[in-house]
């Protein structure tokens, strides 16, 4: 099969297409014809080498990922289930490629009503941006303010805190046209000096950039508000402690919960998408061979909303 290998960590350049072996769908397992594997922002950062929650050594085919059709099932598996459309994640590798047998009770029914291609991008960003307004408590009368707003996540999150009542500031690294669109109350370019000033306190922060943003951005929360500290779009992790949030009145979110929350929250996230109250945007695709290209715009912060391989 058609396949994208990753041989060493490195730059983009480390993805070359190849050839691999067909995998087979063992006891309990199902094999997936893969139309679409995701990419996320974290994958680009294994590639390179750097912490996460990735734990491999290469030579590897990477992407956690996929959606496609059900080829083959395993032993122990309904065989029934052959030919139904399904999203899952890999575990961290093997979705970069044609096909890839994972645990049957892994996958998600994708329902007739959701393409494919949406369903693939709610699948991991879906499930984050439900579980970080989960944990935040996102309700009618906030002021929320989302970081990294053009963004996979962050475009779900613009549209969850809004659906939820809440005023959104969405900020980002221009693009403020496609923030505006997801419906934020206000955009603001966090590349621009002062790009707090307008904003004014606010309740909740989703902070997906970090560094310097991120701590600009916690600067901003009233006593009792809320900060989830999710990612490091911006290469760092916001430094702020238990001792700061604490001494301001602040409540830090760092995880959103376990395998059986995660399930849960993907669950919301693909049935909210099916009837259309939650629209990934797809900003790009890329064929598989391709992969190399699709990480470096990430990179280079060239993409909006989410980045699709197309096998």
Known sequence: MRAVWMREFGGPEVLVPGEAPDPVAGPGQVLVEVAFANIT????QFRAGRPGPFRAEPPLIP???VGGV????????????????????????????ERV?????????????????????????GRTAVGLTTATGVRSGDRVLVEAAAGGVGS?????????GATVIGAAGGKLDQVRALGADLAVDYRAAGWTDGVGEVDVVFDGVGGEIGTAAFGL??????????????????????EDAAARGVTLVRS?????????????????????????????????????????????????GKTLLVV
């Open 70 to 97: 059900i080829g083959a099932v395993g032993e122990g598996v309904d065989p029934a289930l052959v030919g139904q459309r399904v999203v899952t994640s890999t575990g961290g590798s093997g979705g970069y490629a």
């Open 256 to 304: 959103i919960g376990g395998p059986a929350e995660m399930r849960a929250f993907t669950e919301t996230a693909l049935a909210s998408a099916a009837a259309g109250e939650l629209v990934p945007v797809i900003g790009q695709r890329f064929p598989l061979e391709k992969a190399a290209d699709a990480h470096a715009a990430i990179e280079s912060r060239a993409t909006v």
């Open 221 to 242: 929360l009233r006593p009792g508000g809320r900060m989830a500290v999710y990612g490091l779009a911006g290469g760092a992790w916001t430094e702020v402690s238990e």
């Open 101 to 125: 047998a994972v645990d049957a009770a892994s996958v998600f029914a994708v329902s007739s009503g959701l393409e494919l291609d949406a369903a693939v991008a709610v699948l991991a960003d």
């Open 41 to 44: 922002f974290v994958e680009t």
């Open 63 to 65: 992407g956690n990922g």
């Open 156 to 164: 779900l999150l613009v549209q969850l805190a809004k659906a939820a």
